[in-house]
């Protein structure tokens, strides 16, 4: 996994803010909160597509990290060890969802927009039929993703997005490497078959 | 047709997991193998707009209120973790040590109301207090117009369930779960006192007196 971006010089280090949450101090950890929510937002809302609930099951992540801090031993980054709670309070959740029979992840979810502020498009003065284009692809790659099943959606938000090398995918669900390869190879066929179109006509 | 290797190869050169060497020997096999060469290329694309659309850091809406949410739930969890107001409910707060103090402010109370009250007035007037405890508070209030007297007790502690009221001329109480009263009765059968709560969980005592026959 990449790092977090390097703190600017004078930025309290992770570490500090953590020793002082783990202390009591409600401040620190609001510090931590505002470092790291839009990461947390955007992994939730890549996995669910829904933002108000993305929204609530970020905060639940960090608030769940809060009780869990006295047991952090710091043995790895708190990024990394706040994402595995985020990824364990979202996975909860879809089963959640799935046993309450709302469907296995019906198409419905496709129907929800890009959040409001998401880059769906990429950064630059693009002419406006590539902007155009770039925000369809978006769009079209936000519905393929919620189409994945829960276990594939997830390997591949954690490579693609998150970077992370297959150990730590296989940590992070957890799940032996051969899993990780099969789930990543499953998910992107699946993505290019969902996708065929967009890939056919361009070049 | 690929094999299951050639797949999980494919796989790990997109994501970069092979060493120098396998890479070498996969990408010399990508320059024989037009086939393999487009699905590698398209892998290739789907990996790059996966990466463009999917940022892995999004503006949260309402950013503020996100975290400001956070520390209300954080000081709610603390809240929860302290113990419970020993006075919590009505039954736990009958069984506070209130009886020592309340019983000798009682008894002064209707001491005063037996002997104390004027001929003919039906109030009740306490003129002084005495409470054993240095830990308890006493005040009285009195009220011509209502024609009663409140008694407030403060800074009481937990006494044993077992203890009973009693008081002098208090022949039984009655506890009255649904207004979370107690109302005890001298002994010619009349309520002379009323206990209950104010909006603070303290205790709360009402006398009320009728004229003397």
């Known amino acids: ?203 | 047709m690929k094999t299951p290797t050639e797949d999980h190869d494919l796989l790990r050169w997109l994501d970069g997991e092979m060493s120098a060497a396998e890479k070498a020997a996969f990408e010399s096999r990508l320059a024989s193998d037009p086939a393999l060469k487009a699905e590698a290329e398209l892998m290739q694309r789907l990996s790059a707009d996966l990466r463009t659309h999917l940022p892995a850091e999004m503006p949260v809406p309402y950013a503020d209120f996100f975290n400001s949410q956070i520390q209300v739930r954080l000081a709610q969890d603390e809240n929860q973790q302290m113990p419970a107001p020993a006075s919590e409910g009505w039954f736990a707060w009958l069984r506070l040590p209130w009886l020592a103090p309340a019983a000798a402010v009682l008894m002064v109370s209707l001491f005063v109301w037996q002997n104390g009250a004027p001929s003919g007035s039906a109030d009740s007037v306490v003129h002084s207090i005495y409470v054993p405890s240095a830990a308890v508070q006493a005040r009285s209030f009195h009220s011509a117009e209502a024609n009663a007297t409140v008694l407030m007790l403060e800074g009481l502690e937990e006494m044993p369930a077992d203890r009973k009221i009693v008081g002098f001329n208090i022949t039984r109480t009655e506890v009255d779960e649904a207004v979370a009263a107690t109302t005890l009765f001298g002994t010619d059968g009349k309520a002379v006192a009323v206990m209950a709560k104010d909006a603070r969980n303290q205790p709360l005592l009402l006398t009320s007196s009728t004229p003397r026959g």
Not at chain 1, 97 to 123: C, L, N, Y
Request: hydrophobic share 40%.
């Open chain 1, 1 to 203: 996994m990449p790092a977090p971006t390097a703190p600017d010089p004078g930025e309290v280090l992770d570490i500090d803010l953590v020793k002082r949450s783990q202390a009591g101090d409600t401040r620190a950890f609001d510090m931590l909160v505002s470092r790291y929510r839009g990461r947390i937002y955007a992994m939730t809302y890549h996995m669910i597509q829904n933002e108000t609930e993305a929204w609530d099951l970020a905060q639940e992540a960090f608030i769940k990290a809060w009780r869990a801090l006295p047991r952090f031993k710091m043995d790895s980054a708190f990024y990394t060890w706040l994402y595995r709670i985020t990824h364990n309070v979202v996975y909860d959740w879809l089963r959640k969802k799935k046993i309450q029979g709302d469907g296995e992840f019906d198409d419905s979810h496709t129907e929800h927009r890009v959040a409001a502020g998401a880059e769906a498009v990429p950064r630059g003065d693009a002419a406006p039929d590539v902007a155009l284009k770039n925000a369809e692809l978006g769009a079209r790659i936000q519905q393929a993703i919620a189409k994945l099943s829960p276990e594939h959606k997830q390997v591949i938000l954690l490579r693609e997005v998150e970077g992370m090398a297959y150990e730590e995918i296989a940590a992070t669900v957890p799940c032996s490497l051969g899993t990780v390869m099969s789930r990543l190879f499953y998910a992107r066929k699946k993505l290019q078959e969902l996708l065929k179109d967009c890939y056919e006509n361009t070049d």
